[in-house]
């Protein structure tokens, strides 16, 4: 097996960017196809894709759509964006490369949800995929294909670009809403769920950008063809970010199931020079952490991820060689999760800045040995008490690398510097 | 309590109890007369007694290192006061790390009963039980003690300190 | 009506009550600081968790709907556990300042600590610094350090006043409430922010280091501040008055109550009161005790002309006072010459549609019953030209409590200086009362939280209210002081039994007297 092109076929021309490029390879083809069908058909084919949302959590994409009311309230079709996952950088290439692919695959989305206003929710610090597309959306719009009447079938869609000030819980699809909406970004209490009261209190579809670019594929070759690739239960082709201590770090497209182990050996070209594989974060940074051995055995699909107690989040992996010390790592995670959460939940607001502190008290040769079951017993009351997930995304990385990588954590403890590096906080940082 | 009574044959014989009272009378008096430094008398009050540092005598209310008082006005010596003889008076400070000070702090001497739960539950430990106990006076109004008296008396000398500073408290982190 | 088990108890419900609700109301006891039953669910303590049967993860009561046969249990090690915890994350960054802390005594972290607390910090690093004291406008204080984030107070300012001066400001554990940019908080009802504050994190700055909570006592009442008459709690020692709270009540005035009544408690205290009678003759003021006044009083009414007395009436007495008065008027000295002195005609009809009215006075409807009950429609003007042209001689006039509110006080009072006896019954001290020349009696009376009595709001709501304490005690209701000026005396009641019957026991009693009076720790009242 190797990678399967199915989005990123035409990746590497420029001129897939523009309008023409992209018609040029088949490009808005299945959208006057689609906009013949009836929604539900439509709907109806994307739940027999099995297509799973491609943003982190995996539920599938047309289960989500069929929970939408059946009332005639307006409903928005919003595209998260937001990629805020630290490893993760497939969104982005998808809007530089191919903006129009994701415009096609929300035309024909909204049109399946019944949704005539989208949104396309960008992070702030993505400038470049924010202008190619502005640069789409003005393309389309020129050509017919966006707002009143598109193509001729009575449909109408509109659709904009909204950027965000970078926060990492605008990721969260509820957070993402508030900020949409703009108010402060935090996400809201579920129940009602976006799909019943989302964006401005009314329905609301929120997809990945990646999810929302396969429709496209799924309406065109139906299915059945979708389903070629992939397990049964994960089906298809997906994007994933391949960073870390690999020779060729980048994005591939793989179906699901593929083995981790070829991903990082084959496609990303193995290890430095020299080096060893010594765990992998296979979701982005809040997925549990694989060691060595456990990434032998993983395959990249949902449940294969799930039965190692990680997940397949949103397809960053990143692979971490025996040069790094976990303890480091962990401090750098940790951070990172106490200066994004929102504060609103109290456990997430005080447990990740708590965690914050004891492993940079550890790190900075203050720790004591209690202090490490003391980041389990933490990080196990923060999993699943708060109101989205960011709190258990910040739990779940520090329970698995304490646990998988304790004695180094004891000897970071004992001896106040690192046992890999072998040098202390300041040394490693200065 | 119940008395017990004994009305022993033995009991009527009086003789031997007064003299063994008598012997213990003159073994105190030779004691003394030959052993006046141990003597357990004082010539009060042209002699007097130093009590340990412990013993629980007259308030004295405890200073910070700038000469101003610890007290934070929490009331809880005079809610746990059994003899209700502490009134303060809260006020805001214009300092917002001290936040709350009391700008009056009076101890009714007279109704105190010494018990020393006030330093018990002091947070700061603002009051302490000191060493001085005589304090007599002529006049009813001197025993109502306030905060000139319990912290500033010419005796402490500028005032009590206490080992820990707030900023050094604020510094470690408390 | 959904049904639902709760800890056992089997329950019926209004559908689309959330658990927490439902729990509340069924006495079970549920920790909870964000959740208030008047404002929305924010779900952000996360200490209301409960545990449902069929799911394995516990949940948030405040958040989930009640549904037909739902088993829940609050009980269980497993919420025991995520209860500690959630406290314990609320606890790690709050400081140790209870000593110091208003709020101390009556603390949402206090009560739950007692219950769920952990009792061995294993929080060994160091706090997180906010800003402490922080000025948010005329009336209330913030401590940023001591909040815990429950955004009770936000949610009132957007949903209740709709004012939107508060919001959270930064991110995670340095997040803080904070007022947006040039705003304060400064409404009407700014101060109901600090009732639901479940920490010491807002505070009042009327009541501010005046007393620690545990030397209170509360007792409920009316307020006397407007013809809503919300239904507060005052708080009293034996100093006088410290605070009044409101206290629920879903026909009046819910869970609020706007600041302006807040103040009424003061001119109740001492320091404000007439506490001796005060009469004016030719050799200038003397002092009395107030029945003697009275008294003399009545020697005064009962020699004058039935057609020269008169009668003024504010409408801050109770329903009780005004009847008893005004029949004492009408049948003992057959005159009905009664007026209402109306103090605030122009702004008598304002609302502004949340709690404050223009009528400033808690029992304008009561006064106007009792008037037509006795068939009195007398105008003001005839009781000016009565007194212009002098055929008015005795004036009696009875209050107000609240002086603040009568603006006209000074002019009226001088207006009816020109009757010839003036007998003015009136709680507190008033400048203008003590400049008056001629023949006058000052008579204190009770305030309304010195009596039993009736209050008949704008609604024509009839609300019974009880006696809190005495703060004047020599002091006489209006019901006495029309007894002794028709010159009777005081029928002291007699209770029915002196004596407690045999088969009570002593302590029983005292319980009793203890649950009143004493100091009772309040955790419900989060």
């Known amino acids: 097996m190797s990678e399967v092109k199915v989005l990123t076929e035409f990746y590497h021309l420029p001129e897939f960017q523009t309008l023409a490029g992209y018609k040029a390879k088949g490009g808005y083809e299945t959208l006057p196809k689609a906009l013949k069908m009836q929604p539900q058909a439509i709907i109806d084919e994307v739940k027999a894709s099995g297509l799973r949302g491609r943003g982190g959590a995996g539920f599938p994409t047309g289960m989500k759509w069929g929970f939408l009311p059946k009332n005639g309230e307006p409903r928005y079709l919003l595209c998260n964006a937001d990629e805020g996952e630290p490893g993760t950088f497939k969104d982005r290439m998808m809007m530089e490369r191919a903006p129009h692919q994701l415009i096609e695959g929300m035309i024909i989305s909204a049109f399946a949800v019944g949704s005539n206003k989208g949104y396309i929710y960008v992070r702030g610090e993505y400038v470049y995929p ?23 079938s009575g449909f109408d869609f509109d659709l904009d670009v909204y950027r965000g000030a970078g926060a990492y819980i605008c990721g969260e699809e509820t957070g993402m809403i508030s900020s949409l909406e703009g108010l402060k970004g935090q996400p809201k209490l579920k129940p009602p769920f976006p799909a019943v009261q989302g964006y401005l209190r009314k329905p609301t579809i929120v997809n990945n950008v990646e999810t929302l670019a396969a429709v496209t594929y799924i309406v065109r070759d139906g299915a059945a063809t979708y389903r070629k690739h992939g397990t049964e239960k994960s089906a298809g082709t997906k994007l994933f970010s391949l960073s870390g201590n690999v020779m060729k770090p980048g994005n591939y497209e793989v179906p699901l199931g593929y083995p981790l182990m070829d991903l990082i050996m084959k496609e990303g070209g193995g290890m430095k020079p020299g080096r060893r594989l010594k765990a992998v974060i296979p979701g982005g940074s809040s997925a549990p952490v694989l060691t060595a051995e456990e990434v032998g055995k993983a395959n990249l699909d949902y449940e294969s991820l799930a039965g190692l107690g990680t997940m397949l989040g949103s397809g960053a992996v990143i692979v971490i060689d025996d040069s790094q010390c976990m303890v480091d790592m962990l401090g750098v995670l940790s951070h990172f999760y106490a200066h994004e959460s929102c504060g609103q939940c109290t456990p997430c607001r005080e447990g990740t800045g708590w965690l914050n502190k004891i492993l940079h008290s550890i790190l900075e040769g203050r720790g004591r040995l209690q202090d490490i079951d003391l980041l389990i017993k933490v990080a196990d009351n923060m999993k699943g008490k708060t109101i989205c997930a960011l709190s258990d995304a910040a739990a779940l990385p520090v329970l698995s690398f304490v646990t998988k990588f304790r004695d180094e954590f004891e000897f970071y403890v004992r001896e106040g510097r690192s046992k890999v590096k072998g040098t202390t906080y300041a040394e490693m940082h200065h | 309590m119940s008395v017990m009574q004994n009305n022993s044959e033995k009991s009527k014989w009086y003789l031997p109890g007064v003299l063994g ?32 540092p412990r ?5 004295v209310l405890t200073v910070k290192k700038d000469g101003s008082l610890r007290c ?12 209700e003889c502490i009134k303060i008076t809260a006020a805001e400070h214009n300092d917002h790390t001290v936040e709350k000070f009391p700008i009056s702090y009076e101890i ?59 900023e050094e408290r604020l510094k470690s982190g408390l | 009506m959904p049904k639902c088990t709760i800890n056992g108890k089997e329950v019926e419900v209004k559908e689309g009550t959330s658990i927490i609700k439902a729990m509340v109301d069924s006495g079970e006891r549920i920790a909870h600081y964000c959740w208030h039953d008047g404002l929305s669910v924010a779900g952000v303590c996360r200490l209301c968790m409960v545990e449902i049967e069929g799911n394995p993860r516990v949940q948030i009561a405040c958040n989930t709907t009640i549904t037909e046969g739902m088993k829940i249990n609050n009980t269980s090690d497993k919420v025991r556990d995520a209860v500690k915890w959630g406290l314990d994350f609320h606890l790690i960054n709050h400081p140790l300042d209870c000593p110091i802390c208003d709020q101390a005594g009556e603390c949402g972290l206090q009560d739950q600590y007692m219950e769920y607390g952990k009792y061995d910090p294993e929080m060994a690093e160091h706090k997180q610094k906010k800003h402490k004291v922080v000025d948010l406008g005329p009336t209330v204080v913030l401590d940023s350090e001591r909040c815990i984030l429950c955004s009770r107070c936000v949610r009132f300012t957007e949903e209740v ?78 100093e006088g008055f410290f605070r009044v709270k409101p206290s629920y009540n879903e026909k009046v005035n819910g869970h609020w109550m706007c600041d302006e009544g807040r103040d009424v ?72 010459k009664i007026f209402f002195w109306i103090n605030n005609k122009e702004s008598f009809d304002e609302f502004d549609g949340l709690l404050i009215r223009g009528d400033k006075n808690p029992n304008t409807k009561g006064l106007l019953k009792v008037l037509e009950k006795h068939g009195i429609t007398a105008t003001w003007n005839e009781l000016s030209a009565g007194l212009a042209s002098g055929s008015v001689k005795t004036v009696v006039v ?67 209210f009880k006696k809190v304490t005495t703060v004047v005690s020599e002091a006489l209701t209006l019901t006495e002081a029309s007894l002794l000026m028709a010159g009777k005396n005081l029928a002291i009641p007699t209770a029915a039994q002196p004596f407690m019957p045999n088969n009570q026991r002593v302590d029983q009693v005292e319980l009793e007297a203890r649950k009143k009076n004493e100091f009772v720790f309040r955790r419900g009242s989060l």
């Open chain 2, 55 to 59: 013993f629980k005598g007259n308030h």
């Open chain 3, 161 to 238: 006043s709709k004012t939107n001066e508060l919001g959270i400001f930064n991110r995670g554990d340095r997040s803080e409430i904070g007022t947006h940019d040039g705003l304060e908080l400064n409404n009407k009802y700014s101060l109901n922010t600090v009732d639901i504050c479940p920490v010491g994190a807002l505070t009042s700055k009327d009541f501010r280091f005046r007393q620690r909570v545990w030397y209170l006592k509360d007792a409920e009442t009316v307020c006397n501040g407007c013809s809503t008459g919300c239904n507060i709690k005052a708080y009293y020692n034996r």
């Open chain 3, 398 to 464: 009875a209050g107000p409590e609240n002086q603040a509110v009568f603006k006209d006080f000074a002019e009226r009072a001088k207006e009816l200086s020109k009757a010839q006896n003036l007998i003015w019954l009136q709680a507190g001290k008033n400048e203008a009362l003590m400049s008056l020349t001629g023949n006058v009696w000052l008579i204190p009376t009770k305030t309304f939280v010195e009596k039993d009595g009736t209050f008949i709001n704008f609604a024509g709501l009839e609300q019974k």
């Open chain 1, 130 to 152: 924010i202008e190619c597309l502005y640069k789409a959306l003005k393309e389309a719009y020129d050509a017919g294909l966006l707002g009143k009447n598109i193509l001729g």
């Open chain 2, 21 to 52: 009272g008598m012997s213990i009378t003159m073994k105190h008096l030779l004691k003394n007369l030959f052993n006046q430094k141990k003597m357990m008398t004082l010539n009060y009050p042209e002699e007097k007694y130093e009590y340990s």
């Open chain 2, 72 to 83: 934070t006005a929490c009331m809880l010596c005079a809610t746990n006061c059994p003899a």
């Open chain 2, 108 to 166: 009714d001497i007279l109704r105190c009963v010494f018990c020393g739960y006030c330093e018990e539950a002091c947070p700061v430990d603002a009051i302490r039980l000191g060493p001085e106990w005589q304090t007599p006076g002529v006049n009813g109004a001197n025993f109502i003690y306030d905060i000139n008296h319990l912290a500033y008396r010419p005796n402490l000398k500028g005032g009590i300190q206490t080992h820990v500073d707030d």
């Open chain 3, 265 to 336: 408690y003061k001119f109740v205290n001492q320091e404000h009161r007439l506490l001796k009678a005060q009469v004016r003759g030719a050799a200038g003021w003397t002092e009395m005790a107030a029945g003697a006044a009275a008294k003399k009083a009545s020697e005064v009414l009962k020699a004058a002309a039935a057609d020269s007395i008169a009668l003024v009436l504010t409408a801050q007495y109770t329903v009780e006072e005004y009847d008893a008065i005004v029949s004492t008027f009408v049948n003992e000295f057959k005159t009905k």
